[in-house]
T-cell receptor, first 116, second 116 residues
Framework: AQKVTQAQTEISVVEKEDVTLDCVYETRDTTYYLFWYKQPPSGELVFLIR??????QNEISGRYSWNFQKSTSSFNFTITASQVVDSAVYFCALSEARRGSEKLVFGKGTKLTVNP | DGGITQSPKYLFRKEGQNVTLSCEQNLNHDAMYWYRQDPGQGLRLIYYSQIVNDFQKGDIAEGYSVSREKKESFPLTVTSAQKNPTAFYLC???????????????FGDGTRLSIL
């Protein structure tokens, strides 16, 4: 069975600090996809990144970066120089890479509060 | 603008009443999904549909029903059999997988359902 664990329930930082959100996953599939979503207070989920299991290159997008390590089954998310607008709940999710199996399994989320 | 529209934003249900949550998308996506989110929890899949006139149960389908008569619409009915319906409901859609490449799901703004 697939499972996603986000051990950090809540994190609070001061603006301009760097912060890393952890994500550990379990799957028996050799091919799978990992995702990060942001849920601001307004409620909608905003897609941030998709990574397939064959691509272990780290990715950087502005202040956001992702570190995928298959050896530890982790897909961590770092925000550099955090800003108040980064305050949100962040979800890590996993899906199988088989047609007809696009269901997402979500972690319970990490609530990030960035204080001015 | 293309997107996913959920209505209403807030909904109240009386005991023994069925209520229907609307989800419409104009992204020309094939697949649509319904998730339930409880406080401090991740999203759990209720139902999903990959093509018109076909849908599958997710992890927590009991007490819910759906239909997919049109590509752009995937309404969710919360029946009186659902004993604990108070939650935040999110609808999502995605393109069909391209080869073995799962496409990201895009989400609506959600409907908050409460019991009167």
């Amino acid at each position: 069975a697939q499972k996603v664990t986000q051990a950090q329930t809540e994190i609070s930082v001061v603006e301009k600090e760097d912060v890393t959100l952890d994500c550990v996953y379990e799957t028996r599939d050799t091919t799978y996809y990992l995702f990060w979503y942001k849920q601001p207070p307004s409620g909608e989920l905003v897609f941030l990144i998709r990574r397939n299991s064959f691509d272990e290159q780290n990715e950087i997008s502005g202040r956001y970066s992702w570190n995928f390590q298959k050896s530890t089954s982790s897909f961590n998310f770092t925000i550099t120089a955090s800003q108040v607008v980064d305050s949100a709940v962040y979800f890590c999710a996993l899906s199988e890479a088989r047609r007809g199996s696009e269901k997402l399994v979500f972690g319970k989320g990490t609530k990030l509060t960035v204080n001015p | 603008d293309g997107g996913i529209t959920q209505s209403p934003k807030y909904l109240f249900r009386k005991e023994g009443q069925n209520v229907t949550l609307s989800c419409e998308q104009n992204l020309n996506h094939d697949a649509m999904y319904w998730y339930r989110q409880d406080p401090g929890q991740g999203l759990r899949l209720i139902y999903y549909s990959q093509i018109v006139n076909d849908f599958q149960k997710g992890d927590i389908a009991e007490g819910y029903s759906v239909s997919r008569e049109k590509k752009e619409s995937f309404p969710l009915t919360v029946t009186s059999a659902q004993k604990n319906p108070t939650a935040f409901y999110l609808c999502a859609s995605s393109l069909s997988p391209q080869g073995n490449s799962n496409q990201p799901q895009h989400f609506g703004d959600g409907t908050r359902l409460s019991i009167l």
